[in-house]
C-alpha cells in the first residue's frame, strides 16, 4: 500500500514538473513571431492598425525611432528579465529569504518605472513625429506591454 502512495505522488509531481515546464515555455520573452521578435506590424501588438494608415515614409521614420528605443532600452529590459528570475528563483527556494525577496521586489519596481518612463517618452516622440493613432488603439495599451520575461523590442517584458 505504501509503495503505491509513493507510486501516485511521484506520478503527481512529475506530472506537475511537465505541466509547468511546458506552461514556461510558451513564447512571450519577447521572441515571439514577427518584425521585432512580436507580433504586429513595427514589431509590437498595437502597432498594425495605425501602422497601416501612414504612408512607407512614415511607416520608415516609425521604425528608426522604435529602433532607437529598442537599443536604447535593451540593457535595462535584459536585466530586467534576470531580475525576474532571481525572483522566481528565491520565491521557490525550500526556505524563501522574505528579505531578499521583498529587496528584489522593489529594485524590479524601480526597473519597471524606468522602462515605463522610456515608453512614455518613446509614445510622445511618435506622436510628435508620426502623428496621432499610430500607436494603438486606447494611447498606452499598444504600446506593446509584453507578456513574459521583458525581453522583447517593446519592453516591459515579451509581448505582454
Known amino acids: 500500500m505504501k509503495g503505491k502512495t509513493l507510486g501516485i505522488a511521484i506520478t503527481a509531481l512529475a506530472t506537475l514538473a511537465l505541466t509547468t515546464s511546458l506552461a ?47 537599443a536604447k532600452t535593451a540593457q535595462l529590459r535584459a536585466d530586467l528579465g534576470v531580475k525576474r528570475a532571481e525572483l522566481n528563483a528565491l520565491a521557490v527556494a525550500p526556505n524563501p529569504d522574505q528579505a531578499k525577496i521583498n529587496a528584489l521586489t522593489q529594485e524590479i519596481g524601480t526597473m519597471i518605472g524606468k522602462l515605463m518612463a522610456e515608453k512614455t517618452a518613446f509614445h510622445i516622440q511618435v506622436t510628435k513625429e508620426i502623428g496621432p493613432g499610430v500607436m494603438g488603439m486606447g494611447g498606452m495599451g499598444g504600446m506593446g506591454y509584453h507578456r513574459g520575461g521583458g525581453a522583447g523590442p517593446c519592453g516591459g517584458g515579451g509581448c505582454q
Open 24 to 70: 514556461m515555455a510558451r513564447p512571450g520573452g519577447g521572441q515571439g513571431p514577427g518584425a521585432g521578435g512580436c507580433p504586429g506590424a513595427g514589431g509590437c501588438p498595437g502597432y498594425g492598425g495605425g501602422m497601416a494608415q501612414l504612408t512607407p515614409e512614415k511607416q520608415a521614420e516609425f521604425q528608426k525611432l522604435h529602433d532607437v528605443y529598442a
